[in-house]
């Protein structure tokens, strides 16, 4: 039995070759270079799990939280936190399961980025790979959009010269850039980065909401409507669903079989994060929160606000990164460049993916209800059903159960547990989450769009002043009024 087990290990580990020289440096530049360019340790893996779970969403978790009320806010957070780490569990066991069978029939992949929609075909067939494809690449778009509504929704609050729709072309520009990160393999430091960002930004809410104390007046009515219920609910389904990722993620380790409880462990860190700020956040301004869904609208500027923006807009930066780069592999694959040992050749084919995303985020501008829509929508097939019936159909034989690589866990009941948290996955999240939360969410995103309209030039922006009526005598007419945060919904 051990030595099965070495022979399994020693299979699974793999070579991972991307985009890179082979062979150890020679010089303290390139050691240097090595340092912060290549990872793949399972201390990366945590840091890219714990960056990209938690992004802007920390922003308008309060603005769930007003909806949901304080208790469902936290219940519905600790609940979907397990829930999306368990599907990140069963997702990195196909992962090591289709792997394993494929470098046993010496099938390599040095220069090739597995994907999830690969694991389904490998394991289950042309249709699930499909399905796969379509839900994830569908999520992943709308993921990038969202992380561009984020940075001009963000960078309003301390520059509002420009309006948010302008904001969006400067930053679907700048985000344009992550083209030339060639894979995740290559994010070590900018996910080190991204998580003290996050990390920065969820105490600065916290503590500045706790000093501000609360509002005149305030009140928590949540939760008052079924409609908000269900969409803050979806928004917490979403925050917990970053792991569309996850098969990326592991590939780039360089032992993908330690990624087991990494993504568990990463969302306990984002806990500590996300429960404290929200609770704040909401306990100083209750139902205001209803009409501003990012938690930077409602706090007082100061050189800690500022600095909490300018943080989390580099941080949706490498967010952008995260969510488009399984799409650029997509692209490369459909064209035939995925292979290309060129940086220049492959980033020039993958800039045609940054146009739709660019332009949706400039259709649909609306921060928070495009969360929940998204979670609703896609975010419950992709990380949460199809990963659960995945795992049940790829092992439903008992010879599949018998050679599988990894064995449930004791705790879980081995298979016939593991077969029943799966059936309450899938039918959870079906009724929940895509059911209630669809209709609420589709609902509560019509609204936003009857409201504000699409092309929206500043979503949620204070409304414009009306400039002084013109007098007869202008030695006696009143000064102008000013406001400095001039704008309007209307395009």
Not at 76 to 91: K, M, P
Not at 163 to 177: E, L, M, N, P, V
């Amino acid at each position: 039995m051990a030595t099965s087990d070495k022979v399994v290990e020693t299979v699974i580990v793999g070579n991972y070759v991307e985009m890179e020289t082979e062979g150890k440096p020679n010089d303290m530049k390139a050691r240097f270079s090595k340092f912060l360019w290549h990872g793949g340790s399972a201390y990366d893996a945590w840091f890219s799990c714990a960056s990209n779970q938690v992004a802007q969403v920390l922003l308008t978790l309060p603005y769930s939280f007003s909806q949901l009320g304080m208790l469902s806010g936290i219940c519905f957070q600790l609940f979907y936190g397990l829930l999306g780490s368990w599907t990140a569990y069963l997702i990195s066991v196909l992962y090591v399961e289709y792997r394993t069978r494929k470098e046993r029939e010496k099938v390599e992949f040095r220069n090739h980025v597995i994907q999830w929609f690969e694991v389904l075909d490998g394991l289950l067939g042309k249709y699930w790979r499909n399905v796969g494809l379509a839900f994830n690449c569908t999520f992943l778009l709308f993921g990038s959009v969202i992380q561009l509504i984020a940075c001009a929704s963000n960078i309003y609050y301390i520059n509002d010269n420009l309006d948010k729709r302008t904001w969006t072309y400067i930053f679907g520009a700048c985000c344009a850039t992550t083209v030339f990160i060639p894979s995740f393999h290559n994010y070590r430091m900018w996910s080190f980065l991204g998580l003290v960002m996050t990390t920065y930004t969820a105490w600065y809410l916290t503590i500045a909401s706790l000093l501000h104390g609360q509002v005149e007046g305030v009140k928590h009515s949540g939760p008052a409507k079924i409609v908000l219920y269900f969409t803050g609910a979806t928004n917490i389904l979403y925050t917990f669903g970053g792991h569309a990722v996850t098969v990326e993620i592991m590939h780039a380790m360089w032992k993908p079989q330690k990624f087991k409880a990494i993504y568990l462990l990463a969302t306990l860190y984002v806990l500590t994060l996300t429960l404290p700020s929200a609770a704040a956040v909401y306990w100083a301004f209750g139902d205001m929160l209803l009409n501003h869904s990012n938690a930077f609208a409602l706090l007082p500027r100061s050189p800690s606000r500022d600095m909490a923006v300018i943080l989390m807009l580099i941080h949706q930066f490498i967010t952008f990164g995260f969510a488009c780069t399984p799409l650029y592999f997509v692209w490369e694959k459909a064209i035939g460049m995925h292979e290309c040992k060129s940086l220049c050749k492959r980033a020039a084919a993958r800039l045609p993916v940054v146009i739709p995303i660019w332009f949706l985020a400039i259709i649909f501008p609306f921060f928070g209800p495009i969360n929940s829509t998204v979670g609703s929508l896609l975010v419950s097939f992709t990380v949460y059903i199809i990963p659960a019936l995945a795992h049940m159909f790829t092992f439903k034989s008992s010879a599949a159960r018998e050679n599988a690589v990894e064995q449930p866990p004791k705790f879980m009941g081995r298979w016939v547990g593991t077969y029943m948290m799966n059936s309450f996955v899938v039918v959870w999240v079906l009724i929940v989450g895509f059911g209630f939360g669809g209709w609420a969410s589709v609902t509560n995103f019509v609204h936003q769009i009857n409201t504000f309209g699409l092309f929206t030039k500043c979503y949620q922006c204070p409304p414009t002043m009306p400039p002084p009526l013109p007098h007869l005598n202008a030695t006696a007419a009143p000064p102008p009024l000013h406001h400095p945060l001039n704008h309007t919904h209307s395009p």
